[in-house]
């Protein structure tokens, strides 16, 4: 079962702030997805990477929201100008080769 | 585009009964279905992983059941006990193994 690890487990910012959050595996993983969910409402699907590039994003992953992996281990989400309807959980998530999907305990983000 | 479904939406029983829970999908095109437990305020588990040509899978008091045809699974809580109580997901991963949709959850509470 693969580990996943995100900082921060909370981040409160104001409006117009940019923010990174960030998932690391616990062993080599190529596919990632980032999900959110905002507080009572669906997991919903932002962006998936392969490989070191996006394979598939949302039309919730606007040109506000990038993806990176800086140092070949880390994962990184960045929202540049964060807005209130941006609150909500973030998960970073890996599959198995079963394709059994692994989920972090995710990142709490408040935008005030 | 696929859409996922769960019925009921929330579900307060007294401890010891047998319960189930259905998720329903639009798209019978899937590649597998997963069902996931989620604490309030913590990210998803893992509970069950069913591949498009099984039937159903089993782990200890939990029994998931697949109808691929029929767009449906169902999730078997045999003897609920107080610690599952918790939000219920399914989700259903596209034909490519690539995309995860989430249905809404089902809220179960289990009373003492």
């Known amino acids: 079962e693969p580990e996943v690890t995100q900082t921060p487990s909370h981040q409160v910012t104001q409006m117009g702030q940019e923010v990174i959050l960030r998932c690391v595996p616990i062993?080599?993983?190529?596919?990632f997805y980032w999900y959110r969910q905002i507080l009572g409402q669906k997991v919903e699907f932002l962006v998936s990477?392969?490989?070191?590039?996006?394979?598939?994003k949302s039309e919730i992953f606007d040109d506000q929201f990038s993806v990176e992996r800086p140092d070949g281990s880390n994962f990184t989400l960045k929202i540049r100008s964060t807005k209130l309807e941006d609150s909500a959980m973030y998960f970073c998530?890996?599959?198995?080769?079963?394709?059994?999907?692994?989920f972090g305990e995710g990142s709490r983000l408040t935008v005030l | 585009k696929q859409e996922v479904t769960q019925i009921p939406a929330a579900l307060s029983v007294p401890e010891g009964e047998n319960l189930v829970l259905n998720c329903s999908f639009t798209?019978?095109?899937?590649?597998?279905l997963q069902w996931f437990r989620q604490d309030p305020g913590k990210g998803l588990t893992s509970l069950l992983l069913?591949?498009?040509?099984?039937r159903e899978q089993t782990s200890g008091r939990l029994n998931a059941s697949l109808d691929k045809s029929s767009g449906r699974s169902t999730l078997y809580i045999a003897a609920s006990q107080p610690g599952d109580s918790a939000t219920y997901l399914c989700?259903?991963?596209?034909?490519?193994?690539?995309?995860?949709?989430f249905g809404p959850g089902t809220r179960l509470s289990v009373l003492p």
């Open positions: 998530a890996t599959p198995t080769g079963a394709g059994e999907l692994f």
């Open positions: 062993s080599n993983h190529l596919y």
């Open positions: 990477f392969y490989n070191n590039e996006i394979s598939e």
């Open positions: 798209d019978s095109a899937i590649y597998n």
């Open positions: 069913i591949q498009s040509s099984q």
């Open positions: 989700a259903v991963c596209d034909n490519y193994g690539q995309n995860f949709v």
